[in-house]
């Protein structure tokens, strides 16, 4: 879908939530506390959220597909993978290439 396309690019960090999503929360928050301001999409309150949704659950190959999290206009993945990026000290080192953070 052209519009999950669009909004994946408009900034480093963009984040396609709902708003009672508590893992959603979750990745927000690590994303803040990593010191970068995304892009957050909550799809329950965009009038087009259902087929944005359905565009992410056929990306990420499951469903609910939010939290989904592109860097880069890459699609990352939803907390799992963000999860275990951060674990392995991978997650900063993408930010820091995509300029969403620079220290």
């Known amino acids: 879908m052209e519009r999950v396309a669009k909004l994946s ?15 959603c ?5 690590l994303f803040s506390d990593l010191g ?27 469903s609910p597909p939010v939290p989904a ?3 880069a206009g890459k699609l990352v993945g939803s907390t799992d993978r ?3 990026l951060h674990l392995a000290g991978k997650l900063v080192p993408m930010l820091r290439a995509a300029g969403a953070i620079w220290l």
């Open 9 to 23: 690019t408009e900034k480093a960090v963009v984040i396609f939530t709902t708003s009672t999503c508590p893992m």
């Open 25 to 29: 929360h979750t990745v927000e928050s």
């Open 36 to 62: 970068t301001a995304p892009a957050v999409h909550e799809l329950d309150k965009d009038p087009r959220g259902r087929d944005m949704e359905r565009e992410l659950a056929r990306r990420l190959g499951r």
């Open 69 to 71: 999290v592109f860097i």
């Open 82 to 84: 963000v999860m275990s």
